[in-house]
């Protein structure tokens, strides 16, 4: 079995971004040259997540809508309480929809759906560097 660790970082423009990270993902997967296999992508964050969604602005904008209103910027979070930096909700947010992802790969390739790309979602109330990991395993 081989593994190959690659990881790079995306500059985020805060809240609400969707940042497509489809590209790099392959890429490593490419380099990584594992014929069959699976690849973990994962954000090293509490206030982002990674995810699989179509690359659809009306999509992306419904996502948003609904984490808004499971988490919404008004409601009273003890995190702000406690640490007084006012993004409970992104805490909440990336708690639902997770840090990572595992997907196949087979004949060196990522196994993707037609429409499906990979985004790193920032839900952080103000711009940050996020360092996104890919590990390829096979």
Same mark, same amino acid.
């Given at each position: ?11 985020? /423009?805060? &809240? ?31 206030? /982002?997540?990674?995810?699989?969604? &179509? ?7 419904? *996502? ?5 209103? *499971?988490?919404?910027? &008004? ?25 990572? *992802? ?15 790309? *990979? ?20």
């Amino acid at each position: 079995m081989v593994c190959k660790f690659y990881s790079f970082e995306f500059r985020t /423009s805060g &809240e609400d971004d969707f940042v497509d990270v489809t590209k790099d993902v392959l890429q490593c997967v490419e380099q990584s040259s594992i014929l069959e296999g699976i690849a973990s992508v994962s954000v090293r964050s509490t206030t /982002s997540s990674i995810l699989v969604c &179509e690359n659809e602005s009306g999509l992306k904008e419904d *996502i948003r809508e609904a984490l808004r209103k *499971i988490a919404p910027s &008004e409601k009273k979070y003890r995190h702000n309480e406690a640490w007084h930096d006012e993004n409970g909700r992104s805490h909440v947010k990336a708690a639902l929809t997770g840090q990572g *992802i595992t997907l196949p790969v087979t004949g060196s390739r990522l196994l993707m759906g037609q429409w499906q790309s *990979i985004f790193l979602l920032e839900f952080d109330v103000k711009s940050r560097t996020r360092t996104v990991d890919v590990v390829v395993v096979g």
